[in-house]
């Protein structure tokens, strides 16, 4: 199995978290089911291979380039053949800067990369395909993305979203969405309307997966923490506040996900 992770340029540093790549990770003849769990962070895949199959029809993968929107809740993928792809990871906010509709039109769904993008898209399909190292790769889409971010117009949101996100990442999810409001200087009705716009999710669905992103870095960090120390650490009110969101985002209690799947946040690493 070949796995690589790298961050973007500086110019788009801003917008996308980093990209990343597997090669090979199932033994022929063999299956893997793998859950996936809202994040926090929009991808856009690139399958080289095999596609693998959802067995949740409404989050359905129909072609070799589908971007994923926000989750509100989980879902199983079985993987089998030949598995290569390249994926790209946003900043929850990031691919508004490229995008020219409200992002919560792709809120729990994958959605394939030419129904979202009229700028040679399949150019850079066949490019991708046809390259042979995630370097090649990397410098193709950077150069599309920049592409993108140099006819993109001025978007006078953006800047306060952003605030608003660092703000969410330094409270790691517990803060109050009124005070996120004043801070982006809206009404708490004009924030979360245009939050939802430019993220994709609203304040409050985006500020429990951000909090579940958390308790699992936490765990990550803190091997012995037990699920007390995580509660009151992560700001839930208590350990039934903590399951239910565990049990609506990844289908387990804390135990079952901590005692069945290796901590690892998607969005706090390297945060």
Not at 14 to 30: L, Q, V
Not at 45 to 60: E, Q
């Amino acid at each position: 199995m070949t796995y690589c992770i790298a961050k973007p340029s500086l110019p788009l540093s801003k917008f996308i978290k980093n990209y990343w790549t597997i090669e090979d990770c199932i033994p022929a003849s063999r299956h893997h089911t793998q859950r996936i769990v809202p994040s926090g962070l929009l991808e856009l895949i690139f399958y080289l291979g095999d596609k693998p199959v959802s067995k949740n029809h409404t989050r359905s993968i129909s072609e070799n380039t589908v971007i994923t929107g926000h989750l509100s809740d989980y879902y199983d993928i079985d993987v089998s053949g030949k598995l290569s792809l390249f994926s790209i990871l946003f900043k929850p906010h990031g691919l508004s800067m490229f995008f020219d509709i409200p992002l919560n039109e792709l809120y729990n769904q994958n959605v394939p990369l030419k129904h979202l993008f009229k700028h040679d898209t399949v150019e850079l399909e066949n490019k991708l395909f046809e390259a042979h190292s995630f370097a090649e790769r990397i410098k193709l889409v950077e150069r599309f993305f920049l592409m993108l971010l140099n006819k993109s117009m001025s978007k006078d949101n953006f800047n306060r979203i952003e605030q608003c996100i660092d703000i969410i990442n330094q409270t790691r999810g517990v803060v109050d969405i009124s005070f996120l409001a004043s801070k982006a200087c809206y009404s708490r009705k004009q924030f979360e309307r245009v939050f939802t716009q430019y993220v994709g999710s609203s304040p409050k669905q985006f500020l429990k997966t951000i909090r579940f992103q958390n308790t699992v870095d936490e765990k990550a960090k803190h091997k012995s923490a037990n699920l007390t120390d995580l509660t009151y650490r992560c700001g839930y009110f208590d350990q039934s506040h903590m399951i239910n969101d565990f049990k609506k985002l990844t289908g387990l209690t804390p135990k079952q996900y901590f005692d069945t799947c290796e901590p690892y946040s998607d969005y706090f690493n390297g945060y």
